[in-house]
């Protein structure tokens, strides 16, 4: 089995990076998640979570079940979730990254699409889906080095969704811990800029004028596709606050 998948042919002739995942598919997701994330809040006490100190994993359990089961419900709860539009999310899947030097980086969320996307080649339709990485926000979980740093740097740097030009940063936020009051100004800094190839200043998503609980950075990867020599380039990532 020694070189199994390994050097230049991995992905065979497939073109990267994948489309651009439409914004209606992305409203269509993250109304899923605001409804998942609704019920969640409704169990919270039955799962034994202190709502004051989230923690990652539990959470994130609870909400990828309660995702697969929004996805298969009759009638649906969320237009356009269903099981014709989307696979069933995956939670901390095992995932090669854009350096092939590792098959076991996991994400936390992976919202796979129903069949292969126009424009998406057979070689890497593994790879293609919307990439999720989820983060507490409160005082024991400091943005900077818990979402930053250990979070949003993943896709940056092409360790995931290498193959896409859009991901997902998932917080879940304590009351008074906001994008514009805990995100925005750490964005702000020249040295975490640098570290996170920012190429623009967040933008609001959806094309709205003001950010609320939603936001959009872009970063320039340098990471190389070693079958072709091509540059990942930009990758858009959309931040999502949820409060407890």
């Not at 609704?38 to 979570?49: H, L, N, P, T």
């Not at 790879?127 to 949003?152: A, R, S, T």
């Not at 514009?180 to 094309?207: E, F, I, Y």
Request: proline share 5%.
């Amino acid at each position: 089995m020694r070189g199994l998948l390994q050097g230049r042919n991995w992905l065979g002739n497939a073109e990267l990076p994948h489309p651009p995942i439409m914004d209606g598919v992305f409203r269509v997701i993250e109304n899923a998640i605001r409804e998942a994330w609704c019920q969640v809040c409704d169990s919270i006490d039955s799962i034994e979570i202190n709502s004051k100190q989230v923690y990652e994993d539990q959470v994130t359990e609870v909400l990828w079940k309660k995702l697969n089961d929004l996805r298969l419900q009759e009638p649906l709860p969320i237009a356009g979730f269903s099981e014709d539009q989307f696979e069933s999310v995956l939670r901390e899947g095992n995932w090669r990254d854009c350096q092939n030097s590792s098959i076991d980086k996991q994400p936390d969320l992976v919202f796979k699409f129903h069949g292969k996307r126009f424009g998406v080649s057979s070689g890497s339709h593994a790879y293609d889906g919307l990439f999720v990485e989820c983060k507490p926000i409160d005082g024991q979980h400091p943005v900077k080095k818990h979402y930053l740093e250990n979070g949003l740097s993943r896709f940056a740097d092409g360790t995931y969704a290498w193959a896409m030009q859009d991901a997902m940063m998932l917080g879940y936020a304590i009351k008074g811990f906001t994008i514009d009051k805990k995100l925005l100004p750490m964005l702000s800094g020249p040295s975490q800029q640098a570290l996170l190839k920012m190429s623009s200043p967040p933008a609001p998503c959806h094309g709205e004028k003001e950010i609320s609980d939603c936001c959009e950075t872009q970063h320039d990867r340098d990471c190389v596709y070693q079958h072709s020599g091509v540059r990942a380039g930009l990758i858009k990532v959309r931040h999502l606050w949820l409060e407890n």
